[in-house]
């Protein structure tokens, strides 16, 4: 991690835990995309693998398994170009895991049926664009949210509500460019 991932997963709040919302906002080629989709993947797994055992930001706090979503801007560009790729390579070796793909064959849809350690998972990721609609974010009931990128304020808060009962973290990593709410 570089000095600016490494603040971003170990931050915390006057009480000594990670927020419920973090935010990477950084310029360009800074790490974000990449620092933020290790970030889902250890949620999924209950880990951040990178770290030593005994580190203190090694486990998370949360129940395995478990369903996350990835927000990105583009399904036909963001997620064969940049979400899917960095994904791909940050997936442990180890893990066995399926991938689902829309009828363009874009990726929306990761399974865990193994952890790092070849335990049963069963955790998963949905990835969903910018360019689907609001509904489109509201039914699923999801453990954590990762916006790759400012999502639409519609957006944001369909998701927000489908987040109610379960009171999951959430993490943005974007250039602020856009979406000035």
């Known amino acids: 991690m570089n000095e600016a991932q490494s603040r971003f997963v170990r931050a915390k709040n006057g009480k000594g835990i990670t927020p ?17 989709l290790a970030e889902d993947i250890a949620h ?3 880990a951040r693998i990178w770290l030593d055992e005994d580190d203190p930001d090694y486990k998370i706090d949360i ?4 369903r996350g979503l ?17 994904l791909k390579s940050l997936i442990p ?3 066995v895991y399926k991938a689902k793909k829309n009828p363009q064959g874009v990726v929306q849809h990761i399974t865990f049926f193994t952890d790092h350690n070849g ?13 689907q609609q609001p509904d489109d974010f509201e039914g699923i009931d999801v453990h954590w949210a990762h916006w790759d990128e400012p999502p639409p304020k519609a957006i944001l808060q369909a998701a927000e509500r489908g987040k109610v009962v379960t009171n999951a973290p959430s993490w943005f990593t974007m250039t602020p460019l856009k979406e000035a709410y």
Not at 20 to 36: A, D, P, Q, V
Not at 70 to 85: D, M, N, R
Not at 119 to 131: A, L, M, N, T, V
């Open 119 to 131: 335990r049963k998972c069963g955790s998963e990721f949905f990835i969903r664009s910018y360019d």
């Open 70 to 86: 990835i927000g990105c801007e583009t399904l036909s560009h963001s997620v064969p170009e940049k979400i899917w790729p960095v």
């Open 93 to 95: 070796k180890t893990c």
């Open 44 to 46: 999924a797994l209950g």
């Open 63 to 66: 129940q395995v398994p478990n």
């Open 20 to 36: 419920r919302r973090r935010l990477s906002e950084l310029g360009n080629k800074s790490g974000k995309t990449h620092i933020g």
